[in-house]
C-alpha cells in the first residue's frame, strides 16, 4: 500500500497524476485520434498511452517514441526552458508542451498518424496539444475540489459545441454558439464585433437576453493581435455599457480569419479574467477551423458553374449569382478590358459594374487583376446601406483569382483579347453600337476623338497601350476608351450631351497630358454627341474623328 504524502511536501507531477481521473481524456484522444502521453519532471512516463482504443499500431509507435533521442531533447528543453516542441519520427507527427500540475512540472506529449485522413476540422497538432495541456492544468489543479471539477465539464461542453458549430456552418455561426453557451453557463454577456473596410467595429453577434453595447464603434483603440485587456470607465463607456460594469475586450485576429473582436461584460455573473483567457483561446482555434472550411466551400461556390459550361456569358452569369449569395451582396458584376483599352466581356449587375472604381464608398467593393494576354480582369459587387469586412474583401479577391485563371484557359476569352490587339478599327463599331443603345434608352451620350499626327516627336503607336489605360483611369466605369487606329483614342462619355463634351473632354485630355504623356501636346480633339432618343445616319465615330481631323488639320498649318 502506498504511504501517505507527509503533509507540506510538495506533490509531484506523478502524485498529481495519481489522484486524478483520466477518464474524459481518452474520451477526447479517441474522438481527436491522436495518443497522449505525460512525462514527469525527469522526463519519466507517468500516465502513459491515452490513446484511441482502435488505434493498435498508434500505442505500440508512441510507447517506443518516448525514448527517442529526439523525443528526449525535446522533452528536456519544455521543462528546463518551458520551450513547446514540434517534430516528426518517422510517420507520427509529435508535439511537446510544458505542462504545470498544481506545483509540479511536466510534459504532455501528444503523437498522431500522419497517414490517417485529416478532415476539415481537424485541429492541427501542436494547438490541440496545447488546448489538451490547458485543459489538464485545470483539471489537476485540486483533483476533489467539485468547483474545479465543474469547470473543466464547462471547457469540454463548450469545445464540443465549438466543434459542433464549425460542422454546420461559418465564422458567426461558431461566435453565435460560443456567445450563447457563455452566457447561459457563466453568465457572462458577449459581442461580437468584425473590422470593416474602414477599421471601425460593426456587431453581428450578441447574446438574446442580453443588454447590448454599441452596434457600430468608430476609431476603437487598437489592440495587440491575442489580446485580452480590462476596459477603463471611459473605454466602457465608449462601447455602449455603464461605466460601473466589468468589461473585457479579445482580439482575435490571425492572418486566416476576419479581424473579430469580442467583448465580454458581467451579467448576471462575474467576469472571470482567467476563464475568459481560457474560452478565448479555444474560440480562436474553432474560428481558424471555421474559416478555412468556410473559405474552401466559397471557392468551390464560385467555382462550380464554370466548370463544365462553354457558354461564357452563362457561366459567368451563374457563378456571379453564387459570388452575391456568398457575401449577402445585392449584386455583382465582372468586366474584362483589353490592354487597348476595349472593353471585351461584361457581365452581371449594372449598378455594381457602372460603380466599379468608386473604392471609397463602403457599400462598393472592387478588385482588379491581370488577366489573358494583358487584359485587365474587374470584379465589383455593391451591398447599400452595410459595411463590407476585411473577411469579405479577402474572399473577393480569392473569388476574381478564380475568374482570372478560369479567363485565362477559356479559349473564346484568349481570342477575343488577341482580336483586340490587332482589330483595332473594330472598336469604332464597339462605340456606335453602344451609343446608339444609350441614346435609345433615353440617354444623352458624348464622343471624344483623340488624334496624334501619323509621324510626331513621339510614336504614338508605341504608346497607345499605356495612353488608352491612363484615359479609362479617368473615366467612370460605364464609360468605353479604346484605340480606333495606331494615333487615334476614341471616349465615349454617358451622360454628358452636346453642352458638356467638349468641357469635359478636354479637362480629362488635360489630366492626361500632364503626367508621363505630357510629350504628346501636338494631340487634336474632336467631338460629337447625341440627345436622348435622336436618330442619326451618320456614324457618331465617324463625325467625332472628322472633327479632330479638322482640328489636326489647322493646328499642323498654323505651325507650319
Request: with cysteine.
Amino acid at each position: 500500500m502506498t504511504s501517505p504524502r507527509p503533509h507540506g511536501v510538495p506533490a509531484s507531477a506523478r502524485d498529481v497524476i495519481r489522484r486524478s481521473s483520466w477518464a474524459w481524456l481518452s474520451a477526447l484522444t479517441r474522438e481527436a485520434r491522436v495518443g497522449v502521453d505525460l512525462l514527469d519532471e525527469s522526463a519519466q512516463v507517468c500516465l502513459l498511452q491515452s490513446t484511441p482504443a482502435d488505434q493498435p499500431a498508434l500505442s505500440r509507435r508512441s510507447a517506443a517514441l518516448l525514448s527517442h533521442a529526439k523525443v528526449q531533447r525535446a522533452a528536456r528543453a519544455a521543462l528546463d526552458r518551458g520551450l513547446s516542441g514540434h517534430l516528426t519520427v518517422d510517420d507520427l507527427d509529435v508535439a511537446l508542451v510544458p505542462i504545470t500540475l498544481q506545483h509540479a512540472t511536466g510534459v504532455l506529449v501528444a503523437t498522431r498518424d500522419r497517414r490517417e485522413p485529416a478532415s476539415e476540422t481537424t485541429m492541427e497538432i501542436s494547438r490541440l496539444a496545447a488546448s489538451l495541456a490547458r485543459a489538464i492544468e485545470a483539471h489537476t489543479l485540486d483533483a476533489t475540489d467539485q468547483a474545479s471539477v465543474e469547470a473543466f465539464d464547462t471547457v469540454s461542453s463548450l469545445n464540443r459545441r465549438l466543434h459542433d458549430a464549425v460542422e454546420r456552418g461559418g465564422e458567426a455561426d461558431v461566435v453565435t454558439a460560443f456567445a450563447e453557451a457563455v452566457f447561459a453557463w457563466d453568465g457572462i454577456e458577449v459581442s461580437g464585433y468584425v473590422t470593416d473596410i474602414d477599421g471601425d467595429l460593426s456587431m453581428v453577434v450578441s447574446a438574446p437576453g442580453t443588454r447590448r453595447g454599441r452596434r457600430n464603434v468608430k476609431h476603437a483603440r487598437t489592440l495587440s493581435p491575442g489580446a485580452l485587456e480590462r476596459l477603463s470607465p471611459e473605454e466602457i463607456e465608449f462601447f455602449g455599457f455603464e461605466r460601473t460594469r466589468t468589461v473585457l475586450v479579445a482580439d482575435l485576429r490571425s492572418t486566416s480569419l476576419e479581424p473579430w473582436t469580442l467583448v465580454f461584460a458581467d451579467g448576471f455573473g462575474a467576469v472571470d479574467e482567467g476563464r475568459v483567457r481560457l474560452y478565448a483561446d479555444l474560440l480562436r482555434d474553432a474560428l481558424s477551423r471555421a474559416a478555412a472550411v468556410a473559405e474552401t466551400r466559397f471557392v468551390w461556390s464560385v467555382l462550380q458553374p464554370l466548370l463544365g459550361n462553354a457558354n461564357v456569358d452563362v457561366a459567368l452569369s451563374a457563378s456571379l449569382t453564387e459570388l452575391s449569395r456568398a457575401l449577402t451582396a445585392q449584386g455583382a458584376a465582372l468586366t474584362v478590358t483589353a490592354s487597348t483599352g476595349v472593353r471585351l466581356l461584361s457581365v452581371g449587375d449594372d449598378e455594381s459594374q457602372s460603380s466599379v472604381r468608386q473604392f471609397g464608398k463602403v457599400n462598393r467593393l472592387a478588385a482588379t487583376t491581370p488577366g489573358p494576354d494583358g487584359a485587365s480582369v474587374e470584379v465589383s459587387i455593391r451591398r447599400p446601406g452595410h459595411h463590407f469586412t476585411r473577411r469579405e474583401q479577402h474572399l473577393l479577391e480569392r473569388a476574381l483569382v478564380v475568374f482570372a485563371t478560369w479567363l485565362n484557359r477559356n479559349p473564346a476569352t484568349r481570342l477575343a483579347a488577341e482580336a483586340s490587339k490587332t482589330a483595332l478599327p473594330e472598336f469604332a463599331q464597339v462605340l456606335d453600337r453602344a451609343a446608339a443603345q444609350a441614346v435609345s434608352d433615353g440617354t444623352d451620350v458624348g464622343l471624344v476623338v483623340i488624334a496624334a499626327p501619323d509621324q510626331g516627336p513621339h510614336a504614338a503607336a508605341d504608346l497607345m497601350p499605356a495612353w488608352v489605360a491612363e484615359f479609362r483611369r479617368q473615366l467612370r466605369g460605364a464609360d468605353l476608351a479604346g484605340a480606333l487606329s495606331d494615333h487615334e483614342v476614341g471616349l465615349l462619355l454617358l451622360g454628358v450631351g452636346a453642352a458638356d463634351v467638349a468641357r469635359v473632354g478636354a479637362r480629362i485630355y488635360q489630366q492626361t497630358v500632364k503626367g508621363q504623356f505630357a510629350g504628346l501636346t501636338r494631340m487634336s480633339l474632336g467631338f460629337a454627341s447625341r440627345t436622348a432618343g435622336s436618330a442619326a445616319d451618320v456614324s457618331l465615330v465617324t463625325e467625332a474623328r472628322t472633327d479632330a481631323a479638322r482640328h489636326l488639320k489647322h493646328a499642323t498649318e498654323g505651325r507650319g
